[in-house]
């Protein structure tokens, strides 16, 4: 009986060994690409069961030093560091000095009362409406190569906004900005910068001893991945000044993030309540649960519960997710900004969850839209608050999504009524329930794009002499000057001397980057105003004809 017992053992062990050497290989295929020579890279690991299961360095860390990436190497996580800040935030709660229904005004009385109180969970959540200060530091003709700004900047850009985006909590719009205000907050009650908190509360307890928030340009990160971009066949580097952080400007390892990991999963006890906090998704008015939680997004993938983040940044980009269930997640760190993460760890997810029968029990049911349903969500589709086109169509029977830069449509399958996601990307979902502030809901990863029905129109019936002319913005404190050469209309601004225009709606322009130009006319049909959206997340700020 014990040697039957040994036997069955030893090959149980063989049979996982391989299976694991078996992964491996396929893991090493999916990255294979990005192993070029004297190339900066990436470094992964994935962790099972509080495991390790694989690791991997690719590229040099430094292209000039000739250092190589390894699960040591210490990258930007870029936006990953939200949950960081969230978790601040956290400790600040169970310090009771704070409370998430505090209106910011109390801490923030530089932000102007908007009539209803932005509290500090519309700050976590992304729904206090609040623009993000990227966005309109851009719409200003800001020069990030020469330009210094820090968290003040972002305060003092925020406190002058005339207007919210959404009414607080009601739904969910990307800000970079509310992270920011939310690390003033932290410094204001705790009198201590984001980084001394963070590394005294969090980073010790935890032994992330590699992890900092970058709160100086003179603080010294020992074993940094340099950014990289990719630009005429040579890899460039650049040296930022600015001094802004807590929606980003943080610094880890993969070592280090497999022990944040544990406590996403809820499996490391010291830290459950924090878990439980930051992916307690909040009910927005119309009822409906927020995906994006606190500094994570919280979806589904497959059947499980994915919490995961992604960032971009200059030189680089970053992607965590993890699984609770199956105790399983995924860290990849850039430092060659075209190098995106995300599809990477979705390819790698669908290694670990194979099609057995228990996995498609639990997956999500298999729903077949009708056919003659698809006539009510075919049509031509644009993001509120941006230019970003969309038509939805049908073809062969099944419907499909084409975006304004995609070479063909995307095939789209039914999941739930009205609810889709594309066929080779189950993390992109769109929503067609009917709302009375949107039409479609498309979300990446958690990340949703409110879309509203549209009429494109043809530039040859337009006549763009008729938008001609200087802009003057008091918000923004910019003039935009619209130009046409040979029957198209371009635009100049501070830092920005001929961006070519696209007709979108009636009076509509873009610039093809999710920004949107929108004319006004008086009561003799004459263009008297241009009001100006961007990124989803701005809406119609207000530039006068001169």
Not at 324 to 331: A, C, D, R, S, V
Request: glycine letters at 6%; proline letters at 2%; charged letters at 25%.
């Amino acid at each position: 009986m014990i040697r039957v017992v040994l036997l069955l053992f030893a090959f149980l062990a063989s049979y996982l060994i391989h299976g694991q050497e078996i992964q491996t290989k396929k893991i090493d295929e999916l990255l294979q690409s990005f192993e070029k020579p004297n190339s900066p890279g990436l470094s992964i690991g994935i962790v099972q069961n509080g495991k390790i299961v694989y690791s991997k360095g690719i590229g040099l860390a430094s292209v000039e030093g000739n250092t190589k990436n390894n699960s040591k190497t210490v990258f930007s996580i870029a936006s990953i560091a939200k949950q960081f800040t969230a978790s601040c935030i956290w400790i600040l709660v169970q310090e009771k000095k704070l409370s998430l229904e505090d209106d910011i005004r109390k801490y923030l009385p530089e932000m102007p009362n908007y009539g209803t109180p932005i509290k500090i969970k519309h700050l976590l959540n992304h729904t206090s409406g609040i623009r993000n200060y990227h966005a309109i530091m851009d719409l200003q003709g800001f020069d990030y190569d020469a330009e210094y700004y820090n968290n003040e900047t972002v305060l003092q850009l925020a406190s002058k906004q005339r207007g919210l985006n959404n009414k607080p909590g009601e739904k969910v719009l990307y800000s970079n900005t509310n992270y920011n205000l939310l690390t003033t907050i932290i410094e204001r009650i705790s009198g201590k910068n984001l980084n001394e908190f963070a590394t005294e509360k969090l980073f010790k307890p935890l032994q992330m001893n590699s992890s900092c928030f970058k709160v100086s340009n003179k603080q010294i990160i020992k074993n940094k991945a340099i950014g990289h971009q990719l630009s005429s066949g040579e890899y460039i580097t650049n040296a930022s000044i600015q001094e802004s952080y807590g929606a980003g400007s943080m610094a880890s390892t993969v070592e280090d993030l497999v022990k944040w990991i544990s406590v996403l999963n809820g499996t490391y006890s010291e830290f459950k309540s924090l878990s439980n906090f930051l992916i307690q998704c909040e009910k927005l008015e119309n009822g409906e649960k927020a995906k994006y939680a606190r500094g994570v997004m919280v979806d589904d993938y497959k059947g499980f519960t994915t919490i995961s983040h992604s960032g971009y940044g200059w030189g680089g980009q970053s992607q965590l997710i993890t699984i609770p269930e199956k105790k399983l997640g995924i860290i990849i760190m850039t430092n060659l900004e075209s190098i995106n993460p995300t599809p990477i760890s979705y390819e790698i997810l669908d290694l670990f969850l194979p099609k057995t029968k228990a996995i498609k029990e639990k997956s999500a049911k298999k729903y077949k839209e009708k056919s003659k349903a698809f006539n009510s969500f075919v049509g031509q589709y644009k993001e509120i608050n941006s230019d970003m086109k969309m038509e939805i169509l049908v073809e062969n029977d099944t419907l499909k999504s084409k975006g304004a830069r995609a070479k063909k449509p995307t095939a789209l399958i039914g999941f739930e009524k009205n609810k889709f996601h594309r066929i080779n990307s189950e993390s992109v979902k769109y929503d067609f329930t009917k709302n009375e502030k949107h039409d479609l809901v498309i979300t990446f990863g958690g990340t949703p794009f409110y879309f509203k029905r549209a009429i494109f129109i043809d530039s040859k019936t337009v006549n763009v002499k008729e938008f001609v002319g200087k802009y003057y913005s008091e918000e923004l404190d910019v003039v935009y000057e619209f130009f046409e050469t040979d029957d198209k209309l371009y635009l100049k601004y501070k830092n920005h001397d001929k961006i070519a225009l696209e007709t979108v709606q009636k009076d509509e322009f873009g610039n093809n980057d999710r920004t949107l130009y929108y004319f006004t006319r008086n009561s003799k049909n004459k263009i008297q105003k241009m009001l100006l959206s961007c990124d989803g997340s701005i809406s119609e700020i207000e530039f006068v004809k001169q």
